[in-house]
T-cell receptor, first 110, second 121 residues
């Protein structure tokens, strides 16, 4: 059974204080690993897809990386508007639907 | 495109009542997914459709839950009778995935609606 574990559950940062969120996964062959951002009262919004170990993708202050067992979402010099819940999901090579982790709630304080 | 549209945004009902949640997917998307989100369990897949056909409903918690997709632009999730433990946020998502023109497609990038928050008293 595919599983996704995210840590920490919650993270509080000062503005400008860089950090990383972790997503550990077990999957029967990885087709893709996905990062989503969810703001309060809204649906998750797609950020990145990573396909193979060693791959990296960047968007503004966010950079996602992938190894064979985990993915990291690095946040560089965060701003208060980066506050959200960040969700990680995996899709296995059997082409089944995404399995999501429970997310990391990020708060960035000015 | 207006994105995935869900209604109602909020629903408060009493135990035993029927609840119907509605979803309009993005035009051109061929796959539709119903997820439920709670603090305890996170996002759980309930059921998904490919080309309007239900593919996997193993996530539907019990027979009180049912879902239909009568055409490519509309889906419903029904709970009858509702119970307090059904209280959650229900999300609909759509994508261009699965069998696309006879070929199995790759990564499944979902577009989510804003969700329907259900409270059963």
């Amino acid at each position: 059974e595919d599983q996704v574990t995210q840590s920490p559950e919650a993270l509080r940062l000062q503005e400008g204080e860089s950090s990383s969120l972790n997503c550990s996964y077990t999957v029967s062959g990885l087709r893709g690993l996905f990062w989503y951002r969810q703001d309060p009262g809204k649906g998750p919004e797609f950020l990145f897809t990573l396909y193979s170990a060693g791959e990296e993708k960047e968007k503004e202050r966010l950079k996602a990386t992938l190894t064979k067992k985990e993915s990291f979402l690095h946040i560089t010099a965060p701003k208060p508007e980066d506050s959200a819940t960040y969700l990680c999901a995996v899709q296995n090579s059997g082409n089944t639907p995404l399995v999501f982790g429970k997310g990391t709630r990020l708060s960035v304080i000015a | 495109d207006a994105g995935v549209i869900q209604s109602p945004r909020h629903e408060v009902t009493e135990m035993g009542q029927e609840v119907t949640l509605r979803c309009k997917p993005i035009s051109g998307h061929n796959s539709l997914f119903w997820y439920r989100q709670t603090m305890m369990r996170g996002l759980e897949l309930l059921i998904y459709f490919n080309n309007n056909v239900p593919i996997d409903d193993s996530g539907m918690p019990e027979d009180r839950f049912s879902a239909k997709m009568p055409n490519a632009s509309f889906s419903t999730l029904k709970i009858q009778p509702s119970e307090p433990r059904d209280s959650a946020v229900y999300f609909c998502a759509s994508s261009l995935w699965g069998l696309v023109r006879g070929f199995s497609s790759g990564a499944n990038v979902l577009t989510f609606g804003a969700g329907s928050r259900l409270t059963v008293l």
